[in-house]
């Protein structure tokens, strides 16, 4: 009696040994097939994004604004810069007053 239970727990044991790993291949399968699809989608969904991105660039790049304006009749205007009397900030205002000292030379 107690070698047929014996046999048959030894029976069950390398019956579970060997299934185990086969149903453990065969999710690890699935699973690596639903990464693949999952990056192809994410690899078509960048192409899209680049393609559109690429269509914005060009749509309100300078050289298409030009070539709106122009259509469109409008002028371009003449911007100038005015320079204003730039003062010394504060600090290096001061500088010419003191004495700088380096390793005992100064002005």
């Known amino acids: ?12 044991c390398i019956f579970a ?3 185990v790993p ?7 399968n699935e699973i690596s097939n639903q990464i693949i699809e999952v990056n ?3 690899i078509t969904l960048e192409r899209e994004r680049n393609s559109i991105k690429l ?3 060009d749509a309100f790049s300078i ?11 409008y ?3 003449d911007v100038s810069q005015k320079i204003n009397k730039l003062q010394i900030p504060y600090k290096l205002n001061n500088r010419e007053k003191d004495k700088v000292a380096v390793l005992g030379f100064g002005k």
């Open 55 to 57: 269509k914005h660039s």
């Open 75 to 77: 002028e371009r205007l």
């Open 17 to 19: 040994s060997l299934v």
């Open 63 to 73: 050289a298409n604004i030009d070539k709106l304006s122009k259509v469109n009749l």
């Open 1 to 12: 009696m107690r070698k047929k239970y014996f046999y048959n727990l030894l029976y069950f």
């Open 22 to 28: 086969l149903i453990l291949n065969i999710k690890i």
């Open 40 to 42: 192809n989608e994410i």
